[in-house]
């Protein structure tokens, strides 16, 4: 279901916020409109697509993990739509992958959650990268290796499971259960 958190007509920024938690998107929109945005909400990208021909928002929160299609598939819309939507992924299963992908459809910044509104105002300004961005000293974990890896194949394939695991030689339970937990520590 979309909301509307301000009915009136105004010059505010129009944000759009794309989330299946609930509380979060409401938490979030709250926050963004006493920063000033005229925001609406939804949960599926089909209702988010819905809002955006209604009413193309300059600003859009999304998150990637969404019911049924990826949120990577509402950025490429969205800036189908309106080239100058400035949208920020939001991720709890962040990879270099993933982060690659967002970038190139489209996305301003990408950022893993737990995220606060400040980083998010923070990257909605974000128009060029960051020389000065601190390198780790510690090369990746092997576990965190094998799930960037997976993400990649993942989504060279298109999101496809089956054809993943083939590609992996791996069986496809075995995948879709390394595929629900969380990413291994960095």
């Not at 809002?51 to 990577?72: H, K, M, N, Q």
Request: hydrophobic share 45%; net charge negative.
């Amino acid at each position: 279901m979309t909301t509307q958190l301000s009915i009136e007509a105004d010059d505010r920024p129009t944000l759009l916020i794309v989330d299946d938690d609930l509380t979060f998107c409401t938490v979030l929109a709250n926050a963004m409109a006493k920063r000033g945005f005229n925001v609406s909400s939804a949960h599926t990208v089909e209702q988010a697509l819905e809002s955006a021909e209604a009413c193309t928002p300059e600003y859009a929160v999304i998150d990637l993990r969404l019911p049924g299609v990826s949120g990577l598939t509402l950025v490429e819309k969205l800036k189908l739509l309106d080239p100058g939507t400035r949208i920020v992924m939001l991720t709890g299963y962040a990879s270099i992958a993933t982060a690659v992908e967002a970038i190139k459809l489209g996305a301003t910044h990408y950022l893993a959650k737990p995220v606060d509104v400040d980083e998010i105002m923070i990257a909605f300004e974000r128009i060029t990268g960051d020389a000065d961005v601190k390198i780790s000293a510690h090369p990746l974990s092997v576990g965190r290796l094998e799930w960037e890896y997976i993400q990649r194949v993942l989504n060279e394939n298109k999101g496809n499971v089956s054809v993943t695991a083939r590609i992996l030689n791996m069986h496809r339970r075995t995948l879709q259960r390394k595929l629900t937990k969380y990413p291994a520590k960095a």
